[in-house]
């Protein structure tokens, strides 16, 4: 699933440029999903008093909310140790195309899986930005500002939206429409981290898994079946005495 980063200082405009991000990849069909780094140890979703709230005050992990409209999935989990591919597994692959993060800068500073849209208002900021981030796909600032020294685009996200969702379009395109038109049908986990297969691979260990399941008694395998495997790590209890 490709994944976009924006980020930047406090009150630079990322939310503006997410907000522009999502309606633009939307008018073009693509199904979006955010994320948004909250900092603050304390918050909670669930508002003090309400029933959600107390649900999880009585000890419930896992608390859903359900409405006419929309449907709050809220766990209660350590997320300081999280990387990049646990969030995404909350996510179902069939209903989202791409993610888009609003901030997460520690978590995707050097991930070079993951393009950033910088949000900058001064040339320090930019500066800033080329030490600590990349790759870097686009600034989003204001058009006085002047970014020296560098060859990556800038873009003003209130004067050209359109120019700003070309360029994120001309990026995440045909990652969506690959992953469209092919299906994933071989899915193996280890540890609840999805592995990154290529094509000999996957082809291969799906075939082998579906020679040797077709030998057992009483299965009929036509070929077409998805694959998933599926490898967790078993901590042995110490007995005590």
């Known amino acids: 699933m490709p994944i976009i980063a924006v980020v930047g200082e406090t009150k630079s405009g ?4 997410l907000e522009e991000i999502t309606q633009g990849l939307t ?9 948004r780094n909250i900092p603050e140890t304390d918050f909670t979703i669930a508002t003090k008093e ?12 896992t608390v859903l909310s359900v409405a006419p409209n929309e449907l709050a999935i809220i ?12 969030f995404v597994k909350n996510l179902r692959e069939d ?30 900021e930019a500066d800033e930005a080329l030490k600590h981030f990349e790759p870097i796909l686009l600034f989003a600032a ?5 970014i020296k020294n560098s060859r990556i685009p800038k873009i003003d ?8 969702i070309e360029i994120v379009d001309h990026r995440i395109g045909p990652i ?7 299906k994933e049908n071989l899915k193996i986990q280890v540890n609840e981290k999805t592995l990154q297969l290529n094509p000999f691979v996957h082809k291969f260990i799906r075939n082998v898994v579906l020679a040797m399941i077709s030998t057992l008694k009483e299965t009929a395998i036509k070929g077409d079946e998805d694959v998933f495997i599926e490898i967790k790590q078993t901590r042995k209890k110490l007995s005590q005495t």
Do not use: C, M, Q
Not at 102 to 115: C, T
Not at 157 to 164: A, C, G, R, S
């Open 142 to 146: 204001p058009t006085k500002l002047n």
């Open 14 to 17: 990322k939310t503006t440029v």
């Open 157 to 164: 996200e209130l004067k050209e939206p359109e120019k700003l």
């Open 50 to 61: 309400k029933d959600t709230w107390r649900h999880a005050e009585a000890g419930a992990k």
């Open 176 to 182: 969506i429409e690959k992953r469209r038109t092919s």
């Open 95 to 124: 209903e989202v195309d791409v993610l888009i993060l609003d901030g997460f800068r520690k978590l995707v500073s050097k991930d070079l899986l993951v393009p950033k849209i910088v949000t900058v208002t001064t040339a320090k």
């Open 27 to 35: 008018k073009k069909g693509y199904r979006v999903a955010t994320a």
């Open 75 to 86: 766990k209660r989990v350590d997320t300081t140790k999280y990387d990049l591919n646990d």
